[in-house]
């Protein structure tokens, strides 16, 4: 059973940063893709950033390619959002998702685990 579990969300200014983690477990991931999502009230839920566990490709939503980076500590099993000059169009519940193989799919159903979510709430 995989178990993903966010932590590390809250309030930040405008042009500040904000990192979230997601601890895995249950699971060997190095063949698994591991990506953060994110839904703003009354919106999808959308592709932010994905990272192959075994080989640390990473690929990234254009709204935040240069301002985010996705990294993962395999000691730790654990995932990271480093997000930088923060807009407040970030705000948003934070996910972590996982699925198995090589594919980084930008889309939601395609990932079979997820956590419960953290709240990042940019102000302007």
């Not at 590390?8 to 063949?31: D, E, I, K, N």
């Not at 990506?35 to 075994?54: C, L, T, Y």
């Not at 996910?95 to 709430?121: D, F, L």
Request: glycine fraction near 10%.
């Amino acid at each position: 059973q995989v178990a993903l579990v966010e932590s590390g969300g809250g309030l930040v200014q405008a042009g500040g940063s904000l990192s979230v983690s997601c601890a895995a477990s249950g699971r060997t991931f190095s063949t698994y893709v591991m990506a953060w999502f994110r839904q703003a009230p009354g919106k999808d839920r959308e592709f932010v950033a994905s990272i192959s566990w075994g080989t640390s490709s990473t690929y990234y939503a254009d709204s935040v390619k240069g301002r985010f980076t996705i990294s993962r500590d395999n000691a730790e099993n654990t995932v990271y959002l480093q997000m930088n000059s923060m807009k407040p169009e970030d705000t948003a519940v934070y996910y972590c998702a996982a699925r198995t193989g090589s594919y980084h799919s930008k889309i939601p159903n395609e990932y079979a685990y997820w956590g419960q979510g953290t709240q990042v709430t940019v102000s302007s």
